[in-house]
């Protein structure tokens, strides 16, 4: 599990410097890199694997931002916020970072 940890982790960088903007995308590998720093060697079974589903939720919704594209970024990032299965899979401490990385999103670009 944790090998699969780290190929989605390495997954979702490749995906950042493929699809977001500079500035999205620095912010966004900082965020991920926290993320799973905190969560990849302390999770247990269970809380791992749905750790590593909402990332891979994470990782096909960004996939399809084009060209880098400021627009589309936050409207694909806000879109997947406002679906309840991200409320159901983010803990407290998750959903107040998520928050504080689209306040930087929206007030830097």
Do not use: C
């Not at 909402?54 to 400021?70: A, C, G, L, N, Q």
């Not at 409207?75 to 899979?89: C, G, H, P």
């Amino acid at each position: 599990a944790i090998k699969r940890g780290y190929l989605l982790y390495r997954n979702i960088l490749k995906a950042h410097y493929k699809n977001l903007p500079t500035k999205m995308r620095a912010l966004g590998d900082i965020y991920v890199r926290e993320e799973f720093r905190q969560n990849i060697q302390k999770a247990d079974g269970d809380q791992f694997d749905k750790f590593l589903s909402s990332w891979e939720d994470y990782h096909r919704t960004i996939t399809v931002i084009p060209d880098k594209d400021m627009n589309t970024a936050k409207r694909v990032i806000t879109e997947a916020d406002k679906q309840n299965e991200l409320d159901k899979k983010l803990n407290d401490e998750q959903k107040e970072n998520l928050e504080d990385l689209k306040t930087f999103i929206y007030k830097n670009t």
